[in-house]
């Protein structure tokens, strides 16, 4: 069958760092997406791994390993703003997206 | 364009009654997907369409939901006979190209929240 976990929830100090993992086994692979979810709120697109390496973005940073089937999304100097739900997908090799349950990220002041 | 917009964004609706959903998606998208969504899970992909034609269903999809996307533009997903269980927010999501080589980022709607009484 086709997987991905992640942690259920975390916590983080604002202005901190925090990295949330995402591991996946899946049939085939063409790419993975990191979406950020408010609660009550749709999920909107952050990121998008398809080779090897860490992709960055401002604050939010991607890290993609393919033959550990891992990657990671890297929240730097983390604001009040940026508690919500990390849901991490991976494209399998029929080009469906298959969805994490999704970190739900906690900061504190 | 704005963005991938549903209508309506809430439904509050009886035990056996049908409901009718819409999404209009970014103009240039050729792809539209419908994914069902229930509180601390991960989008439940339902069914999607490439222009017109729906390409694929989830086989766990009842036969009372069915899906349509005539011009290749809006779409309507409509379920019949509701259940307690199909409460959930319903999530419209387009996409421009799937390609290989191409990103094919889903761009999601606002949702619309279902609750069966």
């Known amino acids: 069958g086709q997987n991905i976990d992640q942690p259920t929830e975390m916590t983080a100090t604002e202005g901190a760092i925090v990295q949330i993992n995402c591991t996946y086994q899946t049939s085939g692979f063409n790419g993975l997406f990191w979406y950020q979810q408010h609660a009550g709120e749709a999920p909107t697109f952050l990121s998008y791994?398809?080779l090897d390496g860490l992709e960055e973005k401002g604050r939010f940073s991607s890290f993609l390993s393919r033959s550990k089937g891992y990657s990671y999304l890297l929240l730097k100097e983390l604001q009040m703003k940026d508690s919500a739900s990390y849901l991490c997908?991976?494209?399998?090799?029929?080009?469906?997206?298959?969805w994490g349950a999704g970190t739900k990220l906690i900061i504190k002041p | 364009d704005t963005g991938v917009s549903q209508d309506p964004r809430h439904k509050i609706t009886k035990r056996g009654q049908n409901v009718t959903f819409r999404c209009d998606p970014i103009?240039?998208?050729?792809?539209l997907y419908w994914y069902r969504q229930t509180l601390g899970q991960g989008p439940e992909f339902l069914t999607y369409f490439q222009n017109e034609a729906q390409l694929e269903k989830s086989r766990l999809l009842s036969d009372r939901f069915s899906a349509e996307r005539p011009k290749g533009s809006f779409s309507t997903l409509e379920i019949q006979r509701t259940e307690q269980g199909d409460s959930a927010m319903y999530l419209c999501a387009s996409s421009l190209d799937s390609r290989e080589g191409f990103a094919d980022t889903q761009y999601f709607g606002p949702g619309t929240r279902l609750t069966v009484l």
């Open positions: 791994n398809v």
């Open positions: 103009s240039e998208h050729n792809r």
């Open positions: 997908a991976v494209r399998d090799r029929d080009y469906q997206l298959i």
